[in-house]
């Protein structure tokens, strides 16, 4: 069992930024992938992100790309998500997730979500 723990989000005016953390902890761990998903309202959760195992690749969808950041900390028990030149339309609820593969963009292959950190962006 692995557990998550997003912190970080809040409220934001557009062109500002914050940094998103998710903390991992449980038995089974080393070797997943992370990924960061969000879900705004009236819309299907969507994919942000995601890091290998060690941090040698990543992906974003075209939304975030040069905006956003993804990484890992040295000990990978920590996944940051590095949020610059906020939009109104970043504002959701942002989902960390862990696998057990390899760095995918689908939600489906991914093994452990966290319960979400809101952020909001105001025009």
């Known amino acids: 069992q692995v557990q998550l723990v997003e912190s970080g989000g809040g409220l934001v005016q557009a062109g500002g930024s914050l940094r998103l953390s998710c903390a991992a902890s449980g038995r089974t761990f080393s070797g997943y992938a992370m990924g960061w998903f969000r879900q705004a309202p009236g819309k299907e959760r969507e994919f942000v992100t995601t890091?290998?195992?060690?941090?040698?690749?990543?992906y974003y969808t075209d939304s975030v790309k040069g905006r956003f950041t993804i990484s890992r900390d040295n000990a990978k028990t920590t996944v940051f998500l590095q949020m610059n030149s906020l939009k109104p339309e970043d504002t959701a609820v942002y989902y960390c997730?862990?696998?057990?593969?390899?760095?995918?963009?689908?939600?489906?292959?991914?093994?452990?979500w966290g319960q979400g950190t809101q952020v909001t962006v105001s025009s």
């Open positions: 890091i290998n195992w060690s941090g040698s690749s990543t």
């Open positions: 997730a862990a696998g057990r593969g390899i760095a995918t963009r689908f939600g489906n292959d991914y093994d452990y």
